[in-house]
């Protein structure tokens, strides 16, 4: 057996005689498999509920009665967005965007009911979850347990002792880093146990799956080498733990949380009450169906006169209500659209800037992989209030559609007045059927390994400049020594 393995193997020896050791690690593990197995059971009922939510909105939009089309349209329709599979791994932004959308006429309203606005504040310091079992308590675990793998021994004077029986001192920091990182193994299985079973029987997709496995993997080789660099260059072990968990708190409590709030700092966005203040002057400016003497809508009205060629709206062969409809739904989506873009703009520069943090902190770029992969990240949340808007203004449209060419222009404009008339413009509710129902669609594997694959990029970074380091290391202790 090799030097190497063997000082591997005293690792082990001595992490078993360690009974605070042994504590520690069995009960991260005990927490990794309670974390998988809770997470997994909170988003197959959070998904349960939201598709039964969708087939009750479903069908109450199905089964309105018998009413006029813009009746429908102010009356509206609830979407929901379904969890990804791998959202029992990393739930991502899902607890702070909120998961459903009420769709209606001339209006475009945000996500609601998340589950951070509708629980205490500690949920907003992390949710127990594997993914964030990996990546906070994890790397601390390695710390207690291997703090001392080089700086116990040149305390002890071992080191020296190992080098006159011929181990190098490279051979000597390889052989501590084996050790701890069959420790990091041991606690990565559970893990990989969960995403195995997520595959098996929730269909997560391979491709991802296995690309959160490697940067996980990666993340906590990252904690295994600092540990051995900075425990050989340490001239004690208490000086060692202070140290790496200083390091501990800075990369993986302080930075990701004060990344996130310089990125909003450096590029604010507009808030809900403002982008709404905006949109309605916007709008204001744009035009009013109702006014006789809007610039805008006359010169639409005399488009629609030319197009059909007759002299007054009451010739012509659709209801022109329906059309007004239509331009203004356009004008106002168009609107929306316009001002959507400009928010995601401003929310995809604050992400980049916060990412670019993750070159001074693994547990960034751990995030960004991880939230990417599983689909939970914030350009899933953007892909849903896209989709959402898409089928809002699809709908409205049609229902505007069904205006124009069931309904007279007459009985449209007499129905306030005329009872006959108020009946007759009441459709048959088989209309309401016929609308499609929302389907989300998410993002393809492809898509989601290229979003995350910048956060492996860094994390692969991290890992070649720690390995230059260990070779530091080795030249610093074998000089000491």
Do not use: C
Not at 125 to 154: D, H, K, N, S
Request: hydrophobic letters at 50%.
């Amino acid at each position: 057996m090799s030097s190497i393995r063997l000082i591997a193997s005293d690792e082990w020896r001595l992490l078993r005689r360690n009974r605070v050791a042994m504590l520690g690690l069995v009960i991260l593990i005990a927490l990794s498999l309670i974390a998988a197995l809770t997470s997994i059971a909170q988003r197959d009922a959070s998904d349960s509920i939201r598709a039964r939510f969708q087939q009750q909105a479903d069908a109450a939009f199905d089964g309105a009665p018998a009413r006029h089309p813009h009746r429908m349209v102010h009356y509206g329709h609830f979407v929901f967005r379904p969890l990804p599979a791998l959202a029992a791994f990393d739930p991502g932004v899902d607890a702070f965007t909120g998961n459903t959308i009420y769709l209606e006429g001339h209006r475009q309203n945000s996500a609601n009911f998340g589950d951070v606005r509708q629980s205490s504040l500690l949920v907003r310091f992390g949710q127990l979850t594997p993914a964030f079992v990996l990546q906070a308590l994890a790397p601390l675990m390695l710390i207690f347990i291997g703090f001392g793998a080089v700086a116990r021994e040149r305390e002890r004077g071992t080191v020296r002792q190992l080098f006159a029986h011929g181990v190098s001192a490279r051979n000597v920091i390889l052989g501590k880093s084996l050790g701890l990182g069959r420790i990091a193994a041991l606690m990565l299985a559970p893990v990989a146990l969960a995403l195995g079973w997520l595959m098996a029987t929730e269909g997560a997709p391979l491709a991802p799956s296995l690309f959160i496995l490697f940067g996980y993997a990666l993340y906590l080789a990252i904690w295994v080498l600092l540990i051995i660099i900075v425990s050989a260059l340490s001239g004690h072990a208490r000086g060692a733990l202070m140290t790496l968990i200083g390091l501990w708190a800075l990369a993986v409590i302080l930075l990701p949380r004060l990344a996130p709030d310089l990125a909003v700092a450096a590029n604010p966005a507009l808030t809900r009450l403002e982008t709404d203040i905006a949109v309605q002057k916007d709008l204001r400016n744009m035009g009013d169906s109702h006014d006789p003497d809007d610039p805008h809508f006359n010169a639409f009205k005399a488009r629609t006169l030319k197009q059909y060629g007759v002299e007054k709206v009451e010739d012509l062969p659709v209801n022109y209500r329906g059309l007004l409809a239509m331009e203004g739904e356009k004008l106002t989506s168009k609107l929306f659209d316009d001002y959507a873009k400009r928010q995601f703009a401003v929310h995809r520069t604050q992400s980049l800037q916060s990412d670019i943090v993750g070159l001074i902190s693994p547990a960034i770029a751990l995030r960004r992989l991880s939230m990417s992969a599983s689909g939970t990240d914030l350009e899933g949340h953007r892909r849903f209030l896209s989709q959402a808007e898409a089928y809002r203004f699809a709908i409205v449209q049609k229902l505007n559609a069904l205006q124009v060419k069931s309904i007279t222009y007459e009985d449209d404009s007499n129905r306030n007045k005329d009872p006959e008339a108020a009946r007759r413009v009441r459709i048959d509710p088989k209309n309401w059927q016929e609308v499609p129902d929302f389907s989300y669609r998410a993002a393809s594997t492809s898509e989601k390994l290229r979003a995350a694959l910048p956060g492996l990029l860094i994390l692969l970074g991290w890992f070649a400049a720690l390995l230059l380091g260990l070779r530091f290391a080795a030249r610093r202790l074998g000089g000491t020594a």
